[in-house]
């Protein structure tokens, strides 16, 4: 097992190497900016799936929409880049929240980007399968296992430790920017000799009437909504600054400025091409795949082309195991998860929170079948929540600081909570029937359980705390009562009795025999070594050994009166596993079931055979 793990994961690293473990620009770009920029392969197909309600005459409207995201993208980078430089040590929202704004909104923040973080994985891998089984369709049948053995890829690549994994992904994801710019240069090269042969503003100008109606402008909202996942993964840069190599703060503001310029420009130009050439969703191909064919045709750039923007939307999800386990580890630390989330593994990476994140990804796509579109309306409400509580928090954090206020920042800051909020209620309403009500539910038992988990911390710490009354208590020794369950006289016996006449002088022996005449041999061998140490032989008609020596210690128990008792367990280790097998784990059981009780101590006292 040992042998294996080192040929998946590597050999361990010393401590002090973690300094090393740093990311360049353009490596932090592809891990903490892969989530962000292959969103921009199905964000437009959202648009245009909601708008189809009304009909392709209302196409048009996806240009504009597109705009309007686009301008709240540059609103939130902003505010973002505040966040870096305010909070280096990474975490994001959830960090700005619990400094300046309270606890419970703090873990809500953690709540939503923790959702965001497994739906992220859930997501992009399901879109990576989608993009493959477009251009291969007979793969469809096996797109569940075949999203499955994709995360488990993604977290044994994740859990050889950061730059290794970020060399890896760094190519993929610049491949895919450079075939999306191309995309966009020659399709827009097309459109300028061919015309604008799509969705134009007259068929747009016939369907005004549609939007008239309060519902009209509902559907606007939704199909605004269903855009907004373009900005998914915005905030993980602000989650992992102590990732970048010093100084940390500004090359994450940078990489955060070209990640969304390039998040832009794509996302847009995709938008525009859509329109141009008049494409619309279908079953089974998606909106980014139709636009490749018609601009590469059916030669192999197309196939190619679908080979990198599975593989980014597949890597994608590598944003999220950079971000999850930096981000749990932070909430473990203020002890609102388990404390193994924040223990770094032999690659010097959070490995409790990559296999956390891997399970959860893995059950998601079981359960909603790997459909990107069933996933996506339970995307967008986390993101938007998290980004209105961080930027809300550093409201308060600028206007707490009034020597060092800064109007325009905070005017910017500002804009981007009211925006964010209202995005945030929009989604809500726009996609609560649609399976948003599910995050809805599961952020408050999120919080209900991050603070459960604090309270058993917290009792636990009471529990455990040593004062100088208990302490001098303690320091009066009283040796315990001994018993030694035995089945004959052996040297493993022998062993356990020397080890108990060096603790204690109240030493019990305790055997359960299925015949009557045994207990005469028994006796007369144990009083020729040990004539000096009590035996205790229990005839058990049942043939059962648990019950009648759970109950004897349970009635010593009783007698001691609260005193401590110590149950010596001899056990002979077999040199080859599977001799274990020709032996009964008697002693195994019996463990279990004594761990639980107060007052008594179990000990196990092996020896080693040779053969």
């Not at 097992?1 to 353009?26: F, Q």
């Not at 400094?99 to 739906?119: E, K, N, Q």
Request: glycine letters at 6%; one cysteine or more; proline letters at 4%.
């Amino acid at each position: 097992m040992a042998s294996l793990k080192r040929l998946l994961i590597g050999s361990p690293m010393e401590t002090k190497r973690l300094k090393h473990e740093k990311l360049p620009k353009w490596k932090a770009l592809a891990v903490f900016s892969s989530d962000a920029l292959s969103s921009v392969a199905y964000a437009t197909e959202e648009i245009l799936l909601v708008l189809m309600l009304f009909g392709t005459s209302v196409f048009f409207y996806s240009l504009p929409i597109a705009l309007a995201i686009l301008g709240l993208l540059l609103i939130v980078t902003l505010s973002y880049r505040q966040i870096i430089y305010a909070f280096p040590s990474g975490g994001g929202a959830y960090v700005v929240a619990r400094d300046h704004l309270s606890t419970t909104t703090s873990l809500v923040a953690g709540a939503a980007l923790m959702i965001d973080y497994i739906l992220t994985v859930a997501v992009s891998i399901s879109s990576g399968v989608a993009a493959l089984t477009s251009a291969f369709p007979s793969l469809l049948p096996w797109k569940v296992e075949i999203a499955i053995a994709l995360v488990l890829l993604l977290m044994i690549l994740n859990l050889r430790g950061i730059t290794e994994s970020a060399t890896v992904f760094a190519y993929p994801t610049y491949l895919f920017i450079i075939s999306v710019l191309v995309l966009i240069a020659v399709g827009g090269w097309q459109l300028w000799h061919e015309g604008w042969h799509g969705f134009n503003y007259k068929e747009h100008a016939s369907a005004e009437h549609f939007f008239t109606s309060g519902y009209g402008m509902f559907i606007l909202l939704r199909a605004f909504a269903s855009g907004c996942s373009a900005m998914t993964g915005v905030e993980a840069i602000s989650n992992g600054v102590p990732a970048f190599k010093p100084d940390s703060s500004k090359n994450a503001a940078i990489t955060m400025g070209w990640m969304s310029l390039l998040l832009g420009t794509m996302f847009l130009g995709i938008t525009i091409l859509a329109a141009g050439f008049g494409v619309t969703p279908m079953e089974h191909k998606t909106v980014i795949s139709q636009i490749g064919h018609h601009v590469f045709g059916n030669s192999v750039f197309f196939y190619l082309f679908q080979m990198i923007t599975m593989l980014i939307l597949i890597l994608a999800a590598n944003t999220s195991f950079a971000g999850f386990p930096q981000l749990v580890s932070i909430i473990a630390n203020d002890r609102f998860l388990p404390r193994s989330l924040a223990a770094r593994g032999d690659r010097l990476v959070f490995s409790n929170g990559i296999i956390l994140l891997s399970a959860l990804s893995i059950l998601l796509i079981v359960v909603f079948q790997g459909e990107t579109h069933s996933l996506i309306p339970l995307y967008a409400v986390g993101v938007f929540l998290s980004f209105t509580i961080g930027q809300s928090g550093m409201i308060k954090k600028i206007w707490k600081e009034k020597e060092k206020k800064n109007i325009a920042t905070l005017a910017t800051i500002m804009t981007g909570t009211f925006v964010t909020g209202l995005v945030t209620v929009i989604t809500i309403l726009a996609k609560f029937t649609q399976g948003a009500w599910l995050v809805i539910v599961a952020i408050p038992l999120l919080v209900i359980m991050f603070y459960k988990v604090r309270h058993h911390y917290e009792k636990l710490g009471q529990q455990l705390k040593l004062d100088e009354k208990e302490w001098r208590e303690r320091e009066k020794i009283v040796k315990p009562k001994v018993i030694i369950p035995i089945s004959g006289v052996s040297k493993v016996v022998a062993q356990s009795v020397q080890y108990a006449r060096s603790i204690s002088n109240d030493i019990t022996a305790i055997s359960i025999i299925f015949h009557e005449e045994e207990e005469q041999k028994l006796r007369a061998k144990w009083e020729k070594f040990y004539p000096d140490i009590e035996l205790k032989v229990i005839y058990s008609p049942y043939r059962t050994i648990l019950s009648p020596l759970l109950d004897y210690i349970n009635d010593v128990e009783k007698e001691t009166k609260g005193s401590p008792i110590t149950v010596l367990m001899p056990q002979f280790i077999v040199k080859k596993w599977w001799h274990a097998l020709l032996h009964n784990q008697t002693a195994i059981v019996l463990r279990f079931f004594l761990t639980i009780k107060k007052d008594v101590v179990v000990a196990t006292l092996p020896y080693h055979l040779k053969e």
